[in-house]
């Protein structure tokens, strides 16, 4: 059996459901009753502005409101621990653009959280691509401080956008020994692939979510449950 050196983690919105964020998709989910297509692409924001920053500023708000649950923090302890303990590295990179595995982790040396798709408490500047933190309303076309202009949108990846990161992330799955995928239902690409890239590279491969995701055939290993239970019986 392969030493575990390496380890790649990547997490999505059921990581958070048990701090109070809605997940996307399923009953109760975010986008019940909501088409994606009306706010989550460049063509929505093109459209009806207004409609896409106050949909951004409501879940804005909602992850000030939050704190990190046991999944999290069991998830910043192994970032902590596991390079003196194995000598080896953990990549944590969330789909999710809250920032809870964030205050979790705490300043952490060489430790840190990719987020793919972006993060609510980011404006992004159109004009002089600067990234600021916000935790305001981006309605009424605020300023950038940066360059001043009035070009700022929420630094949330969109569908047909390209991630953040990926030459990074693709070079740390062909160096896997493991991947582990927590809540996440396998249904966005490209993060719902990364199972197959880690495995054909011949890392062991880890599924824990609530239920069965889309991609659970690819795993060789699922467990099911709420990630509060799982995610630290797992990280032990
Ligand atoms: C629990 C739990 C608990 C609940 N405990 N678990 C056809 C084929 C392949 C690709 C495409 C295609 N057509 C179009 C595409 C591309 C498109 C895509 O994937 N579309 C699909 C719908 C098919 N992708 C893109 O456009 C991406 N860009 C891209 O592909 O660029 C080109 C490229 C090419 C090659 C390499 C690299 C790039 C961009 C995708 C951007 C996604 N952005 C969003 C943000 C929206 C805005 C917002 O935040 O409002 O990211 S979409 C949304 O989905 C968000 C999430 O990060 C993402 C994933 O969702 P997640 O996290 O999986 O949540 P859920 O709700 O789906 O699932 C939650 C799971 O948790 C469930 O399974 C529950 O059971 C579980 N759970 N409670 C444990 N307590």
């Known amino acids: 059996m392969t030493t575990i050196r390496n380890i790649v983690i990547l997490t999505g919105a059921g990581v958070s459901a048990e701090s109070g964020i809605d997940t996307f998709r399923g009953a109760g989910g ?47 302890r192994l970032q902590r621990e596991w390079p003196a303990k194995a000598g080896g590295s953990v990549m944590l990179v969330t789909q999710n653009v809250d920032d809870l595995h964030d205050r979790a982790l705490g300043a952490a040396d060489g430790a840190e959280v990719i987020h793919m798709h972006g993060e609510h408490l ?7 691509d600067g990234r600021t933190r916000w935790t305001a309303s981006l309605i009424d076309s605020p300023p950038c401080p940066s360059c001043g202009a009035p070009a700022l949108r929420p630094d949330i ?26 809540g996440t239902s396998g249904a966005v ?11 054909d590279m011949g890392a062991h491969t880890l599924e824990l979510n609530l239920e069965p995701s889309q991609g659970t055939d690819w795993f060789d290993e699922a467990r ?7 995610v630290p019986v797992w990280v032990e």
């Open 30 to 76: 975010l986008w019940e009753g909501q088409a994606v297509e009306d706010v989550a692409t460049p063509e929505a924001f093109a459209r009806d502005p207004d409609l896409v920053f106050r949909f951004y500023d409501t879940r804005r708000e909602q992850v000030l409101q939050v704190e990190p649950n046991a999944a999290h923090h069991a998830l910043a």
């Open 122 to 128: 980011s404006a992004w500047c159109t004009a002089c």
């Open 157 to 182: 990846v969109w569908f047909g956008e390209m991630p953040y990161r990926m030459d990074e992330i693709f070079a740390a799955l062909e160096d896997a020994d493991m991947f582990v995928s927590i």
């Open 189 to 199: 690409y490209p993060a719902a692939g990364f199972v197959r890239t880690a495995a």
């Open 224 to 230: 099911h449950g709420p990630a509060t239970q799982t």
